[in-house]
């Protein structure tokens, strides 16, 4: 299927230069308009327990909204399009309310207002997490979401002192990316003494299912990241190298290839462990043509390649894939000494995964388990959190 994909758009990039003019449509930018007497009169009076999903309608905020029931929230559902968040909300008897993102901070603040947490499911978060910070900082309100863009994670972190100042819980990357990495990691790295090493090997697929396995909303985001350097933790900094490192390994007699990923953990599990070397490698199931790297430096060929994801890729994992799809992580932990600590977590799907761990630490924020500032799953919960999600189990190696 990736192949097929792959063709696909090489032949239309082909076709596109030839022709040497595209008529693309402009990403959707809604005008903000003052929210009307009705919408705000449909917010929850006190703001205690309630919560707020921003992008309720994607392939991951429907299915958070979906399970909020199961966890004993009743959220109150947002979006940027109605006709899309409407029948949502209908269907699930929750209140919506219509909410643009830019140039709207005073409509968004006084929405916030009215809750305890916002989960903020919306993304490339490149250009959502922003708007939906101010907003939170300035209504005093906790903010979760499933980033997995390490820049936006760094900015995050550099504003840690705003959130401690507004009392507020910031944590970016509760889903997949990287709730089971982040908890694996603290494992590990608490069992070995000053550990200065931390490698992560996944693999993503592991009772194989065939089709896509990423959302369209993952694959903008990962666009965003193939848009900047590549940046890898290294003794402490995150440095510029020019190309991933590339590993093999050997799984029930079957030689696995595994490629470096600029995945989260090195600027989380960095916050959660102190580890200085961080490396984090995806078994590969085929090579990024290096057209697309290299077509998202420019506006314009993120602009084509975005058109692109929302014309030939599924909105998500075909059917069966949450159902049977596992992840397997083996994170390990070494010193100078060269001991080591490793454990390998067995994982549900990764939006299933993604689905039940945001609201477990929604859950937890609403329980009054929070502490202000910029936070990491493995460090504030420790690394039994992802147990919670049912289907996740650990084993040490
Ligand atoms: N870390 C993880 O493990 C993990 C797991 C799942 C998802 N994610 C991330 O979560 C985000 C959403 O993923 P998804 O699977 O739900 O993708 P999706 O199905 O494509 O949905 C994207 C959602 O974001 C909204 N959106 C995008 N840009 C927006 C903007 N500028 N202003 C307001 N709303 C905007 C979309 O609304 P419109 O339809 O109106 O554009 C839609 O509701 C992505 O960034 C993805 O990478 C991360």
């Given amino acids: ?12 990039v ?30 929850p009076k006190e703001r205690k327990g309630q919560v707020l999903i921003y992008g309720a309608y994607g392939f991951s905020g429907s299915g958070i909204s979906r399970l909020a029931a199961d966890y004993g929230i009743t959220p109150v559902l947002a979006g940027r399009n109605e006709s899309k968040l409407k029948p949502l909300a209908e269907s699930l008897g929750y209140e919506y309310v219509v909410l643009s993102l ?14 305890e947490l916002v989960l903020h499911i919306a993304g490339p978060y490149t250009y959502t997490s922003e708007p939906m910070l101010d907003a939170a900082i300035a209504a005093g309100t906790h903010y979760l979401d499933l980033t997995g863009e390490n820049h936006v994670i760094q900015a995050d972190l550099d504003r840690d002192e ?9 944590m970016p990357a509760v889903g997949y990316d990287v709730v089971p990495t982040d908890c694996l990691n603290v494992y590990v790295a608490e069992k070995v003494k000053d550990p200065i090493n931390l490698t992560v090997l996944m ?38 190298v020019s190309s991933p490192k590339v590993i093999t390994r050997t799984e029930e007699g079957r030689m696995q290839t595994l490629v470096q990923i600029p995945w989260a953990d090195m600027v989380t599990s ?24 290299k077509l998202a430096q ?6 084509l390649l975005s058109w692109m994801i ?75 959190l992802v147990l919670e999600v049912p289907g996740v189990t650990r084993e040490d190696s």
């Fill in 162 to 170: 705003e959130f401690i100042r507004a009392n507020i819980m910031v």
């Fill in 298 to 303: 420019y506006r314009f060929g993120r602009r």
């Fill in 203 to 240: 693999n993503g697929n592991v009772n194989a299912v065939a089709g896509a396995g990423l959302s369209r909303g993952t694959a903008k985001s990962g666009l965003e990241i193939l848009s900047r350097p590549l940046l890898m933790r290294q003794n402490g900094e995150m440095v510029m």
């Fill in 310 to 384: 929302d014309e030939f890729l599924p909105e998500g994992p075909p059917p069966g894939a949450q159902e049977n799809r596992q992840t397997q992580i083996t994170s390990t932990a070494t010193n100078a000494a060269g001991e080591s600590a490793s454990a390998t977590l067995t994982t549900p799907e990764a939006y299933l995964l993604t689905f039940h761990s945001s609201l477990i630490v929604a859950k937890r924020v609403l329980d009054g388990d929070w502490q202000s500032g910029f936070q990491t799953v493995g460090k504030m919960y420790g690394p039994d």
């Fill in 14 to 43: 082909c076709a596109a230069a030839g022709i040497g003019y595209l008529s693309l449509p402009e990403p959707e930018a809604a005008e903000p308009a003052p929210l009307s007497a009705a919408e705000l009169a449909k917010l």
């Fill in 1 to 12: 299927m990736r192949i097929v994909l792959y063709s696909v758009l090489i032949l239309f």
């Fill in 102 to 115: 830019p140039n709207n901070h005073d409509n968004l603040v006084s929405v916030l207002e009215h809750f």
């Fill in 270 to 293: 960095f916050v959660s462990t102190g580890i200085p070397t961080i490396e984090v490698y995806q078994v590969s199931d085929g090579e990024v043509p290096s057209i697309f790297p």
